[in-house]
């Protein structure tokens, strides 16, 4: 692959990736209300379906996907639903994501709900499939082999997207520091769960 274009593609897709979005604000949510490591389950799952979306739009699938917006309505009905339901048991201080107070943190054990959390976030996003679409084509060199080309702009777009996540997991987890005494608990839980619902909108109307 021409390292120049490589070159070129690492800072293009790290200034769209760390621009406000939905999975970042999603990690800012979670990084206020469980911590960075729990936060880590949502991005495992967020990077899985960043990959998908990536190499669906080299291959072609996004094209198809994009031709039955009916698909994405009927997914993002049911994505934008639940992150609205997590949100809502937030903001009433209530589920397994909401702050209780307690100087211990929150059990660290899998949470495969957070993994769907990421993962549909990702995936039941139109404008990253678009963006996708429009981006990784010229970055692809007809001319040599595209499995070894689509391996390195996925891996720069996973190390890319896991880094911005990180800083803004971290930055909510530093909110949590500052605002997280017993007296303000409610408060972090309501901010914490109006990001979570403006996510869920944000996916269903986007």
Not at 18 to 44: D, E, F, H, N, Q
Not at 116 to 122: E, L, M, R, S
């Amino acid at each position: 692959m021409n390292t120049t274009i490589l070159w070129a593609f690492v800072p293009t897709f790290f200034f769209v990736s760390v621009t406000p979005g939905m999975c970042m604000t999603l990690a800012l949510s979670l990084g206020m209300s469980i911590g960075y490591k729990r936060t880590l389950w949502m991005m495992m799952g967020e990077l899985v379906g960043v990959a998908i979306v990536a190499v669906s739009a080299v291959l072609g699938v996004a094209a198809v996907m994009l031709n039955y917006p009916w698909l994405f309505t009927a997914f993002k009905a049911v994505g934008a639903s639940y992150l609205a339901y997590i949100g809502v048991q937030m903001w009433r201080s209530k589920g397994k994501l909401a702050m209780t107070g307690e100087t211990t943190e929150a059990p660290k054990g899998k949470d495969w709900n957070l993994v769907v959390q990421g993962f549909v976030t990702a995936i039941a996003n139109p404008k990253g499939w678009a963006f996708m679409v429009s981006l990784l084509p010229p970055f692809i060199d007809g001319s040599n082999a595209i499995a070894p080309q689509l391996i390195a702009l996925v891996s720069i777009i996973l190390i890319c997207e896991f880094l911005c996540m990180t800083l803004y997991a971290v930055g909510g987890k530093g909110l949590k520091r500052v605002l997280g005494h017993s007296n303000n608990v409610k408060i972090m839980n309501r901010i914490s769960g109006s990001l979570m619902i403006g996510v869920a909108v944000w996916l269903f109307v986007g």
